[in-house]
C-alpha cells in the first residue's frame, strides 16, 4: 500500500518524508506506544533494527530447546498489520536532528531522513563488560534470538562432543558451565542448564550423567537475585544448590578465555580458576548505543550504564516533543523490566495523542516482580506479599502465557511447557542444527599445563 495514501507518512516542502509520531524500536516499550497510538488512529512509523518483537523474558528457554525462536519472537510488522495507521520500516536510526524534528536511519546500506512532529525512542539495553569489552569474545550472552540460538547450538556441541571424546579432561570441561551474574537471567540459565542435564542430555545419551555436569554461578554481590532480597533470595540459593548448581558468592571474574574463568573472592582476594568450556555473561547491562546518540542531539545527561536521565513526564533534555523510555533510560531507580518499558510506552503515546497533558509525570504502577528458578521453583512478590516454590512458578507461568504475543505462541508455548517440564522433551534440540563454537580455541589439553585444572 502506499504509505502516503495510507496517511501515515507525507513529504514536506524540503521533500522529506514527514509524519506524526516516529517509535524507534520494536520491544515491550515501542510496542505499546505503537497499540495505543495506532487505537487513536495517529500516524506514526515504527522503525526497528530487528524484524521482530522480542519476549526476552522467554529467552532462556530458546537457548535450551524448550521453545523455538518464532514462539517468543513474532515479526512486529504481523503484529501491527492491522492497523491502517501503522508504517513499520526495518532500519537502524543513526542520527537524531531535535531542532529540526528528524531522524536518519539506515536500511540496506542507504540512509533515509524522516521527519516527525513526536519522537518516542525505546531502544532498550545490551550487555555491559565493566571495562573488559575482551569478554565479549568469549563469553555467551543472552539478549537476542542470535544470542539465544548461539548458546543453543553450544550447549549441544557440548554434550554432543562429551559423548564421543576419549579424552577424560576435555570431556570434564565440555560438560562445565559457568554462569556470572545471579540476577534474573543467570539464575534461569544456570536453573535450565543443570535441569537440562538432568531432565534431557542424562535421558538422550546413554554415557552421560547428570552429576558430571557442573553448573558455577558467579556473582559480585553476596546474595542471589539481588534485587529480591531477603528469604527470597535465600530461598533462590538453596533451591539452585538442591538442584546441583555451585552458588560462588561475593565473588568477582577477573579473568576469562575460551576454557574458563579465573574469580577472586571479595574478601579474602584469593584467586581461582574454573575451567568451563561455556561461560555465560549475565552480569550486567548498558543502555543501546543509541541513547548516546539521542543524548548528544538534546543534550541530555545520562548515567555510567549510559541510560538517559530523562525528565519526570519522559522527555529528554528540553525537547516537549521527544519521549524516551525503557531501558535505555534511568528515572526515579524504576527496574529495566518490562512492565517499566510498557507502561512509559503507554504514558509517551497518550501524552501526544493528547490523552495525557503534556508535563504529566510518568506514575510506575508496580504489579510485583517475579524470576524463576528450575521446575516448579519460582519466587514472586506482589507489594508485600511473598510467594516462593511451586504457587511462585504456576504464578510465573500464567503471566508469561498472559502476555506472550499472539494466540498461536500461546498454544504452542504451553504445549511445549507440558512436553518439557511434565515430560522429558527439548522439541528444540534437533540434530538438524549445525552445532558451532563462538572461536576456534586449541582444546584444553595443548595448554598450559597449570591452565588445565579444575578449581
Ligand atoms: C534474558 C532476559 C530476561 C528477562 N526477563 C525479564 C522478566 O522476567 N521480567 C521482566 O519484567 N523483564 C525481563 N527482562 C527485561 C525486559 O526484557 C526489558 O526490560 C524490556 O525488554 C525493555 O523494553 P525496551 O522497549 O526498553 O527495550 P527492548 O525490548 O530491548 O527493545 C529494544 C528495541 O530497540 C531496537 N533498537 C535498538 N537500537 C536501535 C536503533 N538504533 N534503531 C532502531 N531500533 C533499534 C531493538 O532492535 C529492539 O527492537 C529480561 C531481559 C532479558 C535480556
Given at each position: 500500500m502506499d504509505r502516503t495514501a495510507a496517511g501515515r507518512a507525507d513529504i514536506d516542502a524540503t521533500g522529506h518524508e514527514k509524519t506524526q509520531v516516529v517509535i524507534v524500536g520494536s520491544g515491550f516499550g515501542a510496542l505499546a506506544a505503537a497499540k495505543t497510538l495506532a487505537k487513536s488512529k495517529t500516524p506514526f512509523v515504527l522503525i526497528s533494527a530487528t524484524t521482530e518483537h522480542?519476549?526476552?523474558?522467554?529467552?532462556?528457554?530458546?537457548?535450551?530447546?524448550?521453545?523455538?525462536?518464532?514462539?517468543?519472537?513474532?515479526?512486529?510488522?504481523?503484529?501491527?498489520?492491522?492497523?491502517?495507521?501503522?508504517?513499520?520500516?526495518?532500519?537502524?536510526?543513526?542520527?537524531?536532528?531535535?531542532?529540526?524534528?528528524t531522524v536518519v536511519y539506515e536500511a540496506s546500506g542507504t540512509r533515509h531522513t524522516l521527519g516527525y512532529r513526536s519522537l518516542i525512542a525505546a531502544t532498550g539495553a545490551t550487555q555491559a563488560y565493566f571495562g573488559h569489552d575482551e569478554f565479549e569474545k568469549v563469553t555467551y550472552k543472552l539478549k537476542t534470538v542470535e544470542d539465544a540460538e548461539v548458546l543453543r547450538k553450544q550447549i549441544l556441541r557440548c554434550f554432543e562432543e562429551a559423548h564421543t571424546t576419549n579424552d577424560a579432561l576435555v570431556r570434564r570441561n565440555l560438560l562445565s558451565f559457568v554462569?556470572?551474574?545471579?540476577?534474573?537471567?543467570?539464575?534461569?540459565?544456570?536453573?535450565?542448564?543443570?535441569?537440562?542435564?538432568r531432565r534431557y542430555f542424562a535421558k538422550a545419551i546413554n554415557n552421560i550423567s547428570a552429576d558430571e555436569v557442573t553448573v558455577t554461578m558467579v556473582e559480585g554481590a553476596g546474595v542471589a537475585l539481588p534485587a529480591f532480597g531477603g528469604k527470597l533470595s535465600e530461598y533462590t540459593q538453596a533451591s539452585l544448590e538442591k538442584s546441583g548448581v555451585e552458588v560462588v558468592l561475593n565473588t568477582m571474574v577477573t579473568a576469562i578465555d575460551e576454557h574458563g574463568v579465573t574469580v577472586s573472592s571479595a574478601k579474602t582476594k584469593e584467586e581461582k580458576r574454573i575451567d568451563a568450556e561455556t561461560v555465560i555473561w549475565s552480569a550486567g547491562v548498558r543502555a543501546?548505543?543509541?541513547?548516546?546518540?539521542l543524548g548528544e542531539a538534546t543534550g541530555c545527561e545520562s548515567d555510567r550504564a549510559g541510560r538517559l536521565l530523562i525528565n519526570p513526564d519522559l522527555t529528554v533534555g528540553g525537547f516537549a516533543n521527544v519521549f524516551a523510555i525503557g531501558d535505555m533510560t534511568s528515572l526515579n531507580g524504576l527496574p529495566g523490566q518490562s512492565p517499566v518499558a510498557m507502561q512509559g510506552g503507554r504514558h509517551a503515546a497518550k501524552t501526544v495523542n493528547g490523552k495525557v497533558k503534556a508535563g504529566t509525570p510518568f506514575k510506575y504502577f508496580d504489579k510485583g516482580s517475579m524470576s524463576i528458578i528450575s521446575r516448579f521453583s519460582a519466587v514472586c512478590r506482589v507489594r508485600k506479599v511473598e510467594f516462593k516454590g511451586t504457587i511462585a512458578w504456576f504464578m510465573w507461568l500464567a503471566v508469561h502465557v498472559m502476555y506472550l504475543v499472539g494466540f498461536r505462541n500461546r498454544y504452542v508455548a504451553v504445549m511445549s511447557w507440558f512436553g518439557s517440564f511434565i515430560g522429558h522433551r527439548r522439541p528444540h534440540f534437533h540434530y538438524a542444527q549445525e552445532p558451532m563454537k563462538i572461536e576456534a580455541a586449541p582444546p584444553v589439553t595443548e595448554r598450559e599445563p597449570e591452565l588445565a585444572h579444575s578449581a
Open positions: 522480542l519476549f526476552q523474558p522467554l529467552l532462556y528457554q530458546v537457548a535450551t530447546g524448550v521453545l523455538s525462536a518464532g514462539e517468543v519472537a513474532p515479526p512486529i510488522r504481523t503484529i501491527l498489520q492491522k492497523y491502517p495507521n501503522a508504517d513499520v520500516r526495518l532500519g537502524r536510526v543513526v542520527e537524531v536532528n531535535a531542532e529540526e524534528n554462569v556470572v551474574g545471579a540476577g534474573a537471567t543467570g539464575v534461569e540459565l544456570a536453573g535450565q542448564i543443570k535441569e537440562l542435564a543501546n548505543d543509541f541513547a548516546a546518540v
